[in-house]
């Protein structure tokens, strides 16, 4: 069995935008992206820690359900791991998407480098023409020191869920689903994190001084924000890597449109299509982050609407482009009850 066509797209956009990040770095002489440190390594070593710890704990799984059942499926389970199937289906995927992401901090430094943040003023008054004030302000007297705090701890949360969920959506999710989950995964990066990132270059709040904006005294009551300790390491670590133009993971600065939103918003549309008992934490966890990214100083509030939209349509888009799988595709080489 050759590898499918589907892959074969997505290996080629993946690789593609990659190689494309070394050309273009040497191009605007930032630091290169070594695929042996940095940001690729590290996303490639949490995603396979991930993805190793969940085939544990589902292989564990198999051993407590009925059983007649369970050594049969365990026994499936570990004879179709590496078959070459789920290599080409589940395996490579994710790690395509690791290369993705390693190089992705080097498009995001170049971002002011080809059009300097320019569109602070006008998403802060937006802002401000929507709520009649900055929305801040109604997120810190709505919730006050105590919500602050979990906000914080809410935030942190996102990138534990970013590593974990492809992994998930790889193992056990069926085949149109991860089409259409993995290649909308790549366009809200891609589209929306570099393309309009781009065109719409803004720092965001919490950097305003950095870049030396003149409404960063719309926002010196905000910041640094009271009783958020992750944010501030958080955006202490984004400031440095601005100043001192480094690659590393995660580093580079932008806000329009909220990528923190956009793969929030993503996880939704996942669980909808996936299993609806995902629903609610998923649509928890999506207002939470949006609320946190401008109760936090991260982002403008439009920022977030933004990147919801763009992932919505994003998702329509691919899921009028993927086929939907057979219906009796395997998962992971575990027999049916």
């Given at each position: 069995?050759?590898?499918?066509?589907?892959?074969?797209?997505?290996?080629?956009?993946?690789?593609?935008?990659?190689?494309?990040?070394?050309?273009?770095?040497g191009?605007?002489?930032?630091?290169?992206?070594?695929?042996?440190?940095?940001?690729?390594?590290?996303?490639?070593?949490?995603?396979?820690?991930?993805?190793i710890?969940?085939?544990?704990?589902?292989?564990?799984?198999?051993?407590?359900?009925?059983?007649?059942?369970?050594?049969?499926?365990?026994?499936?389970?570990?004879?179709?791991?590496?078959?070459?199937?789920?290599?080409?289906?589940?395996?490579?995927?994710?790690?395509?998407?690791?290369?993705?992401?390693?190089?992705?901090?080097?498009?995001?430094?170049?971002?002011?480098?080809?059009?300097p943040?320019?569109?602070?003023?006008?998403?802060?008054?937006?802002?401000?023409?929507?709520?009649?004030?900055?929305?801040?302000?109604?997120?810190?007297?709505?919730?006050?020191?105590?919500?602050?705090?979990?906000?914080?701890?809410?935030?942190?949360?996102?990138?534990?869920?970013?590593?974990?969920?492809?992994i998930?959506?790889?193992?056990?999710?069926?085949?149109?689903?991860?089409?259409?989950?993995?290649?909308s995964?790549?366009g809200?990066?891609?589209?929306?994190?570099?393309?309009l990132?781009?065109?719409?270059?803004?720092?965001?709040?919490?950097?305003?001084?950095?870049?030396?904006?003149?409404?960063?005294?719309?926002?010196?009551?905000?910041?640094?924000?009271?009783?958020?300790?992750?944010?501030?390491?958080?955006?202490?670590?984004?400031?440095?890597?601005?100043?001192?133009?480094?690659?590393?993971?995660?580093?580079?600065?932008?806000?329009?449109?909220?990528?923190?939103?956009?793969?929030?918003?993503l996880?939704?549309?996942?669980?909808?299509?996936?299993?609806?008992?995902?629903?609610?934490?998923?649509?928890?966890?999506?207002?939470?982050?949006?609320?946190?990214?401008?109760?936090?100083?991260?982002?403008?509030?439009?920022?977030?609407?933004?990147?919801?939209?763009?992932?919505?349509?994003?998702?329509?888009?691919?899921?009028?482009?993927?086929?939907?799988?057979?219906?009796?595709?395997?998962?992971?080489?575990?027999?049916?009850?």
């Amino acid at each position: 069995m050759g590898m499918p066509r589907w892959l074969i797209v997505f290996t080629t956009i993946t690789v593609g935008l990659t190689g494309a990040a070394f050309v273009l770095s040497g191009l605007a002489q930032t630091p290169l992206p070594n695929p042996f440190h940095g940001s690729f390594l590290t996303s490639s070593a949490l995603m396979l820690n991930v993805g190793i710890w969940a085939i544990v704990w589902h292989a564990a799984y198999l051993l407590f359900i009925e059983k007649d059942l369970r050594l049969r499926r365990l026994a499936a389970f570990s004879a179709g791991l590496f078959s070459r199937h789920n290599i080409y289906h589940r395996i490579l995927p994710v790690l395509l998407t690791s290369l993705f992401l390693g190089a992705f901090t080097a498009y995001k430094i170049m971002i002011p480098l080809v059009n300097p943040f320019s569109h602070d003023a006008m998403f802060s008054d937006l802002d401000r023409m929507i709520f009649g004030t900055d929305p801040w302000r109604l997120t810190h007297a709505l919730v006050g020191p105590t919500g602050t705090a979990v906000i914080d701890y809410v935030y942190v949360l996102w990138f534990p869920a970013f590593l974990i969920i492809p992994i998930l959506v790889s193992l056990f999710c069926d085949m149109g689903i991860r089409k259409r989950y993995f290649f909308s995964f790549i366009g809200v990066w891609g589209l929306l994190g570099l393309g309009l990132a781009t065109l719409w270059s803004s720092a965001g709040p919490c950097f305003l001084e950095l870049i030396g904006h003149p409404y960063q005294d719309r926002y010196a009551d905000l910041l640094p924000v009271a009783g958020a300790p992750y944010a501030m390491v958080g955006q202490e670590y984004l400031a440095q890597g601005y100043r001192e133009g480094g690659m590393g993971i995660a580093k580079g600065i932008s806000a329009m449109p909220s990528i923190h939103v956009s793969v929030a918003a993503l996880y939704v549309l996942l669980a909808r299509q996936c299993h609806r008992v995902f629903l609610v934490p998923a649509l928890i966890f999506y207002a939470l982050i949006l609320f946190g990214s401008v109760h936090l100083g991260y982002h403008y509030f439009v920022d977030g609407i933004a990147g919801t939209a763009g992932t919505v349509g994003i998702w329509w888009m691919v899921g009028k482009l993927v086929s939907r799988p057979a219906p009796a595709e395997e998962t992971m080489g575990v027999p049916a009850a």
